[in-house]
């Protein structure tokens, strides 16, 4: 048995996020229809974190056994050919057996896009979310160091998810930049619960808003409560763009 | 009668180019049907150029006659609200009668991108061209050079265009430049001749591929023979990035 760690990139744009569905294209299904060509099986593959339909990945990771000989190099290109232009492969090396994409995952980062600007950008449609009102960068930016640090994340994440045991996630680092138009948010943790970023960068826009107070983010943690925080930011900002091992 | 400068921008991979045409969607038909939402008439519009199918705007300009008394401003929005997503009006203004989008077009630039890497980048399968073979941005940048000048082009634009009086066109600039894996190939012009910025952009991946010396374009430029250069580069890692007036 051999072990395979394949790093991908994705344009969520095409695709009802990774993990497969009865009614709906998703990456897990191009990526296992293909592997099927190459290798005729279905091996086990374990992903990263699931991603929800339309959020876009620069960097996605995947553990993969099979008994196949093919050597990594080759199976790198023979996917690059078999995947629809919509998902390619970056990197595919063998690694330890033990080796589980999601276990041994260390951390993420994320990347949150904003057009800001009162015109619509054509190019970033499905890019970027479209902010027409002005972003104070820097005001958001020193609000969103409160978010780093080791916390119970109840209150920034969709109720789905509190069903988990823990809800603690250490944040290691969060900016908010601006290059010209686009307002970059950067978020970098151990892990991540259901909408997270999604929901901290909703909370920051209402703090943007003067909807939430600029400290106010303390008080929110505090609360436990997701009825109280920012909207959930679409999908279509998002980006997975690194995975810690 | 008044007469309206119109700034847009737009995603080429939703239209087949410019010019209206019987059997598919182009930009005017769609910026025509918008206008006449708004002003119940369809005016005479001038389009600084065409564009081919697949090819972008980050500038494109439009002058349009109309006797409606809308203000520039509510225009702007207006068209903005009624165009599809893929096309955004960046500015709206009122110009004397004699202004003409096309005659009055002191020059322009164009921005060619080409994703540099072995591997594909899902993001620009519309939006730039892929090369998997190293570009040497430094040689090409050095050959583009010979680009710049008054020439005639004949050897750079497809046959079409042959029947133009003057085929002479002044090239500003032309600089070839590297940003990570993106190749950014900008030629600024008085005028362009039928496919001249895919065609030169095309010359100069025959002069990456050894097929053409890097000394070669003053040569080709004597021949006047359009079959003695580069294929034309696709459409989709086009942008006209600047108008001038």
Redesign the interface.
Known sequence: MRNFLITI???GSHFHGWQIQNNAITVQEVFQTALYKILGEQPDIKACSRTDSGV?ANMFCISMKTEHRIPAERLKGAL?NFLP??????DCVEVPLEFHARYDCKGKRYVYKIWNSS?????L?K?ALHYRWNIDEGLLDKASKDFIGKHDFTSFCTFDNRKADNMERTVKSFTVERNENLILMSVEADGFLYNMVRIMVGTLLKIQQGKIPADGIPKLFEQRNRNHQGVTAPPQGLYLDKVFY
Chains 1, 2 share one sequence.
């Open positions: 990139t994705f344009d876009h690059n232009l919509s998902v390619a492969v970056l015109v619509r950008n054509p190019f449609e890019y």
